[in-house]
């Protein structure tokens, strides 16, 4: 039931891309996407919503395929500030949509 | 404007004793839900409010664990008879409303320390 992340962790000069893929056993209403730093509070990035709607940043993109209850986070020309773990949660389709089940995460760190 | 609040940042108590803890959601954000976060693990889920009432407390681990929301803001979690295995982070979090099409906003979470 839990959603599956990879890669678990992703190391990363400054100015490189990565992405970061998640992918749930279970029919989706939308999938959150959150970044935590150690000891912080997660913070929100984006919300990828079933029929295609997005809410979020302007510099992070993000992919859903609803038929394969997957998505992706892009993040391009990574900067310093983006290391961190980053976490999808996913709200399943039916009537308790408002509950989020979060992967395990991933670790990402950006070098000089 | 102001994020969500939770108190205390910290909180170390012995084995067997009742502890609390507080979140303030974001002003007029009426759906507030509580996670527990273990080293190296995603936020899981304990309880959702909407309102006032618990509409889904299913992921509470078992009785000893209580919340409420009297007043439809203010949360408090209880955990009584604590034991080692409750130390975790506590977060708690708030939307508009209780729906998926909503972002959830965290705070910084209880740190919960059983010795």
């Known amino acids: 039931q839990q959603p599956v992340q990879s890669p678990q962790a992703v190391i990363l000069r400054e100015g490189e891309d990565a992405v970061i893929n998640c992918s749930s056993s279970?029919?989706?209403?939308?999938v959150h996407w959150y970044r935590q730093k150690h000891g912080e509070a997660p913070i929100f990035l984006m919300i990828?919503?079933?029929?295609?709607e997005q809410k979020g940043h302007d510099k992070i993109s993000a992919s859903f395929n609803e038929k394969k209850q997957q998505s992706s986070l892009y993040l391009t020309a990574s900067q310093l500030s983006y290391s961190g773990t980053y976490f999808c949660g996913t709200a399943n389709s039916g009537g308790s949509n408002y509950k989020l089940t979060f992967g395990k995460g991933t670790l990402l760190t950006v070098n000089p | 404007g102001a994020g969500v609040s939770q108190t205390p940042s910290n909180k170390v108590t012995e084995k067997g004793k009742y502890v609390e803890l507080r979140c303030d959601p974001i002003s007029g954000h009426t759906a507030l839900y509580w996670y527990r976060q273990s080293l190296g693990q995603g936020p899981e889920f304990l309880i959702y409010?909407?309102?006032?009432?618990?509409?889904?407390d299913s992921g509470l681990p078992n009785d000893r664990f209580f919340a409420v929301r009297p007043e439809g803001s203010v949360s408090t979690l209880k955990i009584q008879r604590t034991e080692r295995g409750d130390s975790a982070v506590y977060l708690c979090a708030s939307s508009l409303t209780g729906t998926g099409f909503y972002e959830q906003y965290f705070g910084p979470g209880t740190r919960l320390t059983v010795t």
């Open positions: 409010f909407q309102g006032t009432g618990a509409a889904d």
């Open positions: 990828l919503l079933k029929g295609g």
């Open positions: 279970k029919a989706l209403y939308s």
